[in-house]
């Protein structure tokens, strides 16, 4: 299923996707595909196809996770998404 992550950050953009970059080794067994867009310097987008919740959320709320969401005043609004057919 895909989802929409919305994040918000007082870090730039460039270190919110310096994150992303590193733990992609942590989330790849999960996320099929991925796309990030930037919204501004404290802001993204990013569209994941995602196979394995629960993995994603754990992943998600570890503490390495938490602790740079703190540092960060990183917020994640995630969104499931279907594809809509007519």
């Known amino acids: 299923m895909n989802i ?15 994150m992303v970059e590193k733990t992609r080794p942590q989330w790849a067994p999960f996320v099929e595909s991925h796309h990030i ?7 993204s987008i990013m569209i994941m196809q995602v196979t394995d ?3 994603m959320g754990e992943m ?5 996770m938490k602790a740079w969401d703190a ?11 279907e594809e809509i057919t007519g």
């Open 4 to 18: 929409c992550i919305h994040s918000t950050y007082t870090c730039s953009f460039d270190d919110f996707l310096a």
């Open 37 to 43: 867009a930037k919204i501004d310097d404290h802001s």
């Open 53 to 55: 919740f629960e993995a």
């Open 60 to 64: 998600m709320s570890s503490d390495e």
């Open 71 to 81: 540092e960060n005043g990183c917020v994640d609004v995630i969104y499931g998404m």
